[in-house]
């Protein structure tokens, strides 16, 4: 029993001296590599069950461009398209004065649950029917356009197609997925499912440990199993503090959904009562997918099937390798973070934005109050405007006179009527009594009222 009892403590203090070591060693990364914040303005939004989440906007200038929504992949965060510094997707639209959102979903650490919630409870329809929906709305209503436009790495592409079929793409105005699993129907790749148990046990024991392997990362070059990344495709800018900073966990129940569609090849939401995989050829949103040649979870026969089912015709399909002249076969990862994504990714998904620009229809029902406002002005304006209009009125009252003579008599007894009161108090005596008078009376009639006229305008 005593040597039981001396194993047993042995090994708990071995534990705790292993836990508190890689604790130690945790806390000097986070201070050796702090989360960069890039954003000008970070918007945290309330969900409709009660999570905030975060929006960090990004824009080069006073006068913001037209949306663009990025929503990050499975286990990462906002630098999926931020990093490297200068040379991400999120520069890239930049350069070309558009106004970026990046989206944290709850799964980040970013997020605040509302009491008694927590990562445990999270799902996928969690990310599609709340977090999704309020992203959007909050964008634009903050920028007054009727439309974003969309950019999704891995499950944030996705999320793309599963939004578009439960909701449409009214609010869309185009969609860029770049490595995006088009369901999972006749998908060979699954990750190790020992990985996904762990996940589902231990999230953020997980992530703890992907995160520690940061610094030995580039060193090692591990190939991290259900994370398919080519190592040789990878931009030199994108050093430890990425790998470091862009894991974030992932949900237990999104680890279950995730091994549920491997498992059967179908994918439904809502409980089972939604078929994302049978409904993508109903997609509208105009549509780019990118994927890498050497990507296990975007073959090219099942997305080539994916993209011909589609029945929109506002839609490309770009797959990445060296013999169609792109600067490696990409992989998976590596769509975001390669050495010559500038050129490869990024480029074109610009100009697919570029190609269909968001409706102008919010910023003329903009400028319509600016111009009412200035119509009303100009009616209430001070005299400088007014006393011209003023007096060329009176200028035509007073042309008048001028072409009474060679009108009838009735006409000349008629202009009086604009004159001052004076004037018009006398008129009709005269004009009642003399109505059989010869032409001559009408003569002298007409004479007496122009010399009473003159009197009273010198009076």
């Known amino acids: 029993m005593t040597t039981l009892f001396l194993f047993i403590f042995w090994i708990v203090v071995l534990a705790v001296l292993a836990s508190l070591i890689f604790n130690g060693y945790m806390l000097a990364l986070m201070m050796c590599y702090p989360k960069p914040q890039r954003a000008k303005e970070v918007h945290t939004i309330t969900t409709e069950d009660g999570w905030n989440i975060q929006l960090f906007r990004r824009h080069a200038g006073s006068a913001p461009g037209e949306p663009v929504l990025l929503v990050h992949s499975l286990a990462a965060n906002r630098l999926n398209f931020e990093e490297p510094a200068g040379h991400s997707m999120a520069d890239a639209l ?11 979903l709850r799964c980040c650490e970013s997020a605040a649950p509302p009491e008694g919630r927590g990562i445990g409870d999270v799902s996928f329809d969690d990310y599609l029917f709340k977090d999704i929906p309020a992203a959007i709305a909050h964008v634009r209503q903050a920028t007054g356009h009727d439309k974003v436009h969309w950019v999704g790495h891995s499950m944030g592409g996705m999320l793309l197609y599963a939004y578009d079929v439960a909701f449409g793409g009214e609010h869309i105005a185009s969609g860029v997925s770049l490595g995006a699993p088009a369901g999972f129907k006749n998908l060979a790749y699954k990750p190790h499912s020992l990985l996904l148990k762990l996940t589902q046990l231990a999230p953020r024991l997980v992530r703890s440990l992907i995160k520690s392997m940061g610094p030995c990362g580039q060193l090692f070059r591990p190939k991290f199993i259900g994370f398919p990344l080519d190592w040789d495709n990878v931009h030199p800018d994108v050093g430890t503090q990425m790998w470091f900073n862009i894991v974030e966990p992932v949900p237990p129940q999104v680890a279950a959904e995730l091994d549920g569609w491997l498992s059967t090849g179908s994918w439904k939401v809502k409980g089972g009562q939604l078929d994302i995989g049978a409904k993508l050829s109903e997609l509208t949103v105009p549509l780019l997918v990118i994927c890498g040649k050497a990507d296990p979870f975007t073959p090219k026969p099942r997305i080539q099937e994916f993209f011909d089912a589609i029945k929109g015709k506002d839609k490309k ?21 390669g050495a010559q994504s500038s050129k490869d990714v990024f480029a074109p998904a610009v100009a697919w934005i570029q190609e269909h620009p968001v409706t102008k229809a919010a910023r003329k029902r903009a400028a319509k109050p600016k111009q009412a406002v200035a119509a009303t002005d100009a009616d209430s304006a001070p005299s400088p405007q007014q006393k011209p209009k003023a007096k060329a009125a009176k200028k035509k009252g007073a042309a008048k006179p001028k072409a009474a003579p060679k009108e009838k008599a009735g006409a000349k007894k008629k202009a009086p009527a604009k004159k001052k009161a004076p004037a018009e108090k006398k008129a009709p005596a005269k004009k009642k009594a003399p109505a059989k008078k010869t032409a001559g009376a009408k003569k002298k009639t007409s004479a007496k009222k122009k010399s009473s006229a003159k009197k009273s305008s010198a009076g």
């Open 94 to 104: 930049l350069a070309e004065g558009y106004d970026c959102w990046l989206l944290e």
């Open 317 to 337: 399909l770009v797959f990445l390798s060296k013999k169609d002249g792109a600067a490696a076969d990409y992989n998976h990862v590596d769509l975001a973070f």
